[in-house]
């Protein structure tokens, strides 16, 4: 099921809308970091930043065959082979990576869809005791030149109330601002998560590294400007 209010302007202005190096600084997304995963690629936006400043692979998923191609493409040019992308219904299937196998997992502009929740405890799921699950979204305030409507815009105190039902450790999450208009919160998994670690089945189907894409045949998904429910 796509998540509401998930579809998006056109890749140039979505991405004047977003300092993206700034944005994986101040969550310190660099050299350190093996694997990565990420909920939704969109545009590549992220994808490509983050895949160049991490060691290990990246491992993303988007439910729109066009989102998949278009970062493919983009993987393509900038010479990326530690990018793995996957055209998957995570809200239906999980990740399909395995448990603890990921640093850190990126749900970035996706947690004001239905069922944060669970989105957030199959984040919490895939990375290692002690990695991150980094959250970014659009600030709570009606001068925004986009983002979801106010009634379903998440505060950053509901997603961190989110995230404690999830399990994961908000007690160093406070929000980080990301001018010009996100925020970005980081929790992080603690060792007592296990119980809550079975909500979204996985097929440990995408967890070999390397670089490919999986999933959703032509790559011609819908275009963007054809797009309802915009974020
Ligand atoms: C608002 S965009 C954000 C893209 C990217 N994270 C960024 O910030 O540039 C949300 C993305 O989530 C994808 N998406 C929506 N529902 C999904 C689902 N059920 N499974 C996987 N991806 C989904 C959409 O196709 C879209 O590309």
Known sequence: ???RESGMPEE???ETLLDVELILDRLALDRRLGHVAELGCGYGTFTIPVARRIAGILYSFDIDAFMIAR???RALTAGMHNIHLECRDVVAEGLGLDEASMDVCLLFNIVHGEEPVRLLREAARVVKVGGSVHVIHWRYDLTTPRGPSM????RPEQI???AEEAGLDSSKSSPVDMPPWHYGLTFLRPPSTDQQLTTLAPDNSASSPGPRVRGCG???GTSPRSRRNAT
Do not use: H, K, N, V
């Not at 009634?151 to 998440?154: A, E, L, T, V």
């Open 160 to 162: 961190i109330a989110w």
């Open 71 to 73: 970062t493919q493409e």
């Open 151 to 154: 009634d379903i815009r998440p």
């Open 218 to 220: 032509s790559g011609r």
């Open 1 to 3: 099921m796509r998540l």
């Open 12 to 14: 140039a202005y979505w």
